[in-house]
């Protein structure tokens, strides 16, 4: 889960296609959300993910469903509410439930940063506060098959991607293998690792927080510095991914 910015509420979301939308939800019960213009901001705000877990909705059987923070059957009246969607998967959005977030809050990414309340432990999530407790418990983000297994299989393959850069860039450290070739092979590869962790990026949070706490990265980092292969663009990409991890 990473800080999200909620965009400004759709055009044709007037006060008046709120009540109608309200009256209508009322009156049939029918899924009055599902209307494109609410939809697509709700999609490019999360690049595409799931508010919560950060899977990618627009992937098959993971396809978005419309979130609302307040549940719709609690408060009627936020059912269109601007403010109380969020795009989220079939998955989160069936784990939590009905739950009562008003009564019993939790981590709502367009208001609070989930770094203030959440950090990764051995590919689990962990509460650091009450607020995060409540919402690991809530959404069941720690559940095996789906999302722990996942940052185990993200961390093994960023391990070998480090293992592979350590080898290239001790050539260089040695005097072994000095080309330009092989120094921009170095150069782009390691913005490429550290891009993967960006916002836009499926499971940003864990990526970003495997990454930047890795020692093996430290020392390559360290390498890369000392044959002047570190650049600014590195360390602009370091500095954006310590915006999504949970540490």
């Not at 029918?30 to 950060?54: G, H, R, T």
């Amino acid at each position: 889960m990473i800080k999200l910015q909620k965009p400004p509420k759709p055009e044709e979301l007037t006060e008046a296609v709120v009540l109608n939308l309200t009256n209508e939800f009322k009156r049939t019960g029918n899924s009055v959300w599902s209307k494109d213009y609410i939809k697509q901001p709700l999609l490019a705000m999360s690049s595409d993910k799931c508010a919560f877990c950060e899977t990618k909705i627009t992937e098959e059987s993971k396809y978005l469903e419309v979130e609302h923070f307040h549940h719709k059957d609690l408060y009627k009246d936020e059912v269109v509410e601007w403010d109380n969607l969020l795009p989220s998967c079939k998955k989160c959005n069936a784990t939590k439930g009905d739950h009562d977030t008003k009564v019993e809050p939790i981590i709502n990414p367009c208001v609070q940063d989930p770094r203030e309340h959440l950090k990764i432990w051995q590919y689990r999530i962990k509460g650091k506060t009450s607020l995060g407790k409540m919402t690991v418990s809530v959404l069941n983000l720690n559940e095996p098959d789906r999302l722990v297994l996942k940052r185990f299989q993200i961390g093994n393959a960023l391990q070998d991607k480090l293992e592979e850069y350590h080898e290239l860039v001790d050539d260089v450290v040695s005097g072994i293998q000095t080309s330009t070739l092989r120094k921009n092979r170095i150069k782009n590869g390691v913005r490429d690792i550290l891009s993967n962790g960006l916002k836009d990026k499926e499971y940003a949070a864990t990526y970003s927080t495997v990454l930047i706490t890795e020692p093996e990265f430290m020392s390559l980092k360290s390498k890369m510095n000392s044959c002047h292969l570190w650049t600014q663009e590195h360390s602009r990409l370091e500095t954006e991914l310590s915006n999504y991890a949970l540490i």
